[in-house]
């Protein structure tokens, strides 16, 4: 049990547009969700943190307005890169924390490509 | 803020030997959780192990032991009889358990090598 999945696993995409990477936890309701980046060789640096059905917590020196996070329902979490631009290209993953067992699952992550 | 400090960057063991990655951490509360987790080449986060602070026995689960030194803020973990699969980043993080944060700070990571 305790899955969470992420998609698109793999997005490439031009400069300037807009991608949506989404978050669901399959089998367990998750009241709140947390994004991270990650770039090569280096640690998690947590983005945000959404609660369902309110706005998400931003850490210090992450751009709100081009990072959009929508927590609409307990189970799915997106992401919104707004205009995209090479620096944005990183590994972004999703994890999902559940009460039931006071633990936070991980979903694969997503490979972001601006080229 | 809470800081979670991993000094080795890389660490190689023998296949079937054992092997300790250290761990410090930073915090003023008393109560809070660590965990070990496990990164391998998918990238896919895989929790190894779990350590309550208020707990002082030492958490295990099969190959995997920890040292947690609560007055000395360490938290090292042990693989015995390393296997070509652990081969991995490890990464040690930390959890407030204090209100409703759940946030994870995690270290800078350690990549472990297996050697057959």
């Known amino acids: 049990g305790a899955v969470v999945s992420q998609h698109p696993s793999w997005v490439i995409c031009k400069s300037g547009t807009s991608v949506k990477i989404e978050c669901r936890s399959l089998?367990?309701?998750?009241?709140?969700m947390f994004w991270y980046r990650q770039f090569p060789k280096q640690s998690l640096m947590l983005m945000a943190t959404s609660n369902e059905g309110s706005k998400a917590t931003y850490e210090q020196g992450v751009e709100k307005d081009k990072f959009l996070i929508n927590h609409a329902s307990l189970t799915l979490s997106t992401l919104t890169v707004t205009s995209a631009h090479p620096e944005d290209s990183s590994f972004y993953i999703c994890?999902?924390?559940?009460?039931?067992?006071?633990?936070?699952?991980f979903g694969p992550g997503t490979r972001l490509t601006v080229t | 803020a809470q800081t979670v400090t991993q000094s080795q960057p890389e660490m190689s063991v023998q296949e079937a030997e054992t092997v300790t990655l250290s761990c410090t951490y930073d915090?003023?509360?008393?109560?809070?959780?660590l965990f070990w987790y496990k990164q391998p080449p998918s990238r896919q986060m895989i929790l190894v192990i779990r350590?309550?602070?208020?707990?002082?026995q030492n958490a295990t689960e099969n190959r995997f032991s920890v040292n947690f030194q609560k007055a000395a803020k360490s938290f090292s973990l042990k693989i015995s009889d390393s296997q070509l699969g652990d081969a991995a980043m490890y990464f040690c993080?930390?959890?407030?358990?204090?209100?409703?944060?759940?946030?994870?700070?995690f270290g800078s990571g350690t990549q472990l090598t297996v050697l057959p």
């Open positions: 350590q309550e602070a208020y707990k002082q």
């Open positions: 915090t003023s509360e008393s109560d809070y959780y």
């Open positions: 089998d367990f309701q998750a009241t709140t």
């Open positions: 994890s999902a924390w559940t009460s039931g067992n006071n633990e936070q699952y």
């Open positions: 993080a930390y959890r407030s358990a204090v209100g409703s944060a759940r946030q994870l700070t």
